[in-house]
């Protein structure tokens, strides 16, 4: 044999040795026993931090609207605020509405319009006729 082949088998045998010894402390490391620490029982303050992503998600989620348009003078809760029925959220401008009651008002105020049966105003003339009946 050439000096080549020589030196070709003999890294190949150094190769399949070291990957025999490799898998052979790999085994032994599986086998090793847990290290365990024992102490004894005692109040304390526990000490731990946890970070994780996502998202946080109420039990239960309520749409709110209005209706009516108007400007918000004050809003009485925050965000996430605990709310029940007949709670006050917010106070509106009450200026335009206060307009839209008293035109209401007004036109309730007036004396109704005589109509005739076809829903027009009915006329009367404010004059007698000048014909004659013969």
């Known amino acids: 044999m050439s000096g080549k082949v020589k030196v070709t088998i003999a890294v190949i045998v150094l190769i ?13 490391a599986k086998n090793r026993p847990v290290e365990v620490r024992l102490e004894k029982a005692s109040n304390r303050d526990l ?24 400007r918000i003078l004050k809003i009485h809760v ?3 605020d605990v709310v029940h029925v007949g709670d006050l959220l917010v ?9 839209n009651v008293d035109r209401g008002e007004a036109v309730l105020a007036k004396p ?9 105003t009915a006329t009367r003339p404010s004059a007698p006729s000048t014909a004659r009946r013969s």
Request: without cysteine; glycine residues 10%; proline residues 2%.
């Open 47 to 70: 000490v731990a931090a946890v970070t994780a992503s996502g998202q946080i998600e109420a039990k239960k989620q309520v749409d709110i609207s209005s209706e009516v348009t108007a």
């Open 91 to 99: 106070e509106l401008d009450q200026v335009q509405f206060k307009g």
């Open 112 to 120: 109704p319009r005589r109509t005739s049966r076809r829903g027009r």
């Open 16 to 28: 399949v040795v070291l990957g025999g010894l490799k898998l052979a402390s790999n085994a032994n």
């Open 78 to 80: 925050k965000e996430g």
